[in-house]
């Protein structure tokens, strides 16, 4: 039976594997563990098998995908490759365009977007989209100059993005670099323009790294590594809550609620940890007052990590005992430790996953016209705006419980992208429903 738009709108991820939903004529919407949503078209051409992919729902409709997949049978009774044909079409395009720089952006965008997760993928289109192409855009490539470079990175920097304009930079870059490639332009010029931009505040005490590709890239190699599963779950925990690493490291299992523990599938959509005041970075004189107790709503991810680990430690009181007593806890270094030893000395420590969360949910505020979540993405860090009172601070704190959790679990789909359950890294150890 075909697909109807209720079916393809309720399509939701499973966790333990990539599944299809076929519509007809070799068209199915793909769903990802994660829950990225693509339409494809199986088809034969040559005596082949081949894959077209025409586009991520929602951005593709039920109705686009089946206006794609009939196009791709005209082409293939023309005898024509649609994957191919498609690929002629966009070359032509990009002729046919002047070689224009909107055009050289988005076959590089098509190139690379092979090497990203959906999400990443759609953040930097998002942001050249947002911040280039209404500046350059309709300019041919071979035309662009570094000044013009600059001045479109400044405005992003006048909107306190120091951050987003390195990364939008470096997207440009790319860019440049696959013109040359194609013999469009002789000379980068985005190539030196980085010494010009301002440095990262000197606010920024600790090393961060806020590109999202990057991160997960993190996150493999931490879990690749042969430290043990209790740090690498302690890598993925202090990346999924963006809490300080003392406060995770010091964590108890009565701490977190509204998980079943005995139930290992069991959904878990209340589920917090609350952190009292007292463990909390305050001022002495707010540290017993249950109004700064910190609430961190846990997304689906963060729990399937915690039940993980509860195979290891879930008989100690702490969830991340030291090596040598269950009654204190893990090295405060364990986490950092690791992260120098692959590599990532100077660029990257656990505090810096809270201004890596703070500036990609600001950006994907700004993305989603969602300027009124800032003050929630602050809530989430436990930062207390200047000059507000314990009982107001208390008051958004529940007044935005929902919508904390919402973005809780935007988070969570942004930085665990390709990520594998946490059980794969405690061999198994799957414990059973009761």
Known sequence: MPLTAVEVRNAKPDPTRDYKLTDGGGLYLFVTRKGARSWRLKYRFGGKEKVATFGL????????????????????????????EAERQRQEA????????????????????????PAQALLVMRA?????????????????????????????EKRG????????????????????????????????????????????KQPAITDLAELIKLQQVVDRSTSSAVTKIASRLVALTAVRIGVLRTATWDEF??????????????????????????????????????????????????RALRVITGRCRLLFPGGHSSRTPMSDSAVSSLYKRKGYQG??????????????????????????????????????PNGMSGSEFAYNRAKFTRRRRELAEVWATMITADLPSAFTLVEGRRPSGS
């Open 128 to 156: 050249l989209k947002r911040d280039v192409l209404p500046e350059l855009g309709k300019r041919p490539v071979s035309e662009i100059t570094p000044p013009e470079v600059l001045k479109t990175l400044r405005k992003i």
């Open 257 to 306: 609620h509204g998980i079943d523990w005995d139930q290992p599938d069991a959904p878990a959509p209340d589920a917090t940890w609350r952190i009292s005041a007292e463990r909390m970075k305050l001022d002495l004189e707010d540290k017993g007052d249950e109004a700064f107790d910190h609430d961190v709503p846990l997304p689906a991810a963060a729990v399937d990590n915690l």
């Open 347 to 384: 660029r990257h420590v656990p505090h810096g996953w809270r201004a890596a969360y703070s500036t990609l949910m600001n950006e994907w505020a700004h993305e989603h016209g969602r300027e009124g979540d800032r003050l929630v993405i602050d809530l989430m860090l436990a930062h207390r």
């Open 57 to 84: 729902y929602p951005e593709v409709s039920l109705a686009d995908a089946r206006e794609r997949r009939e196009a791709a049978r005209r082409m293939l009774r023309e005898n024509k490759d649609p994957v191919a």
């Open 161 to 204: 993005a120091i951050e987003t304009a390195k990364r939008v930079l470096g997207y440009m870059s790319g860019v440049f670099e696959r013109a040359i490639g194609e013999h469009l332009i002789e000379v980068n010029p985005a190539a030196k323009v980085g010494k010009a931009l301002k440095p990262t505040p000197k606010g920024s």
């Open 94 to 117: 990009i002729a046919a365009a002047g070689a224009t720089f909107q055009a050289a952006a988005l076959a590089w965008h098509e190139d690379e977007k092979a090497r990203w997760s």
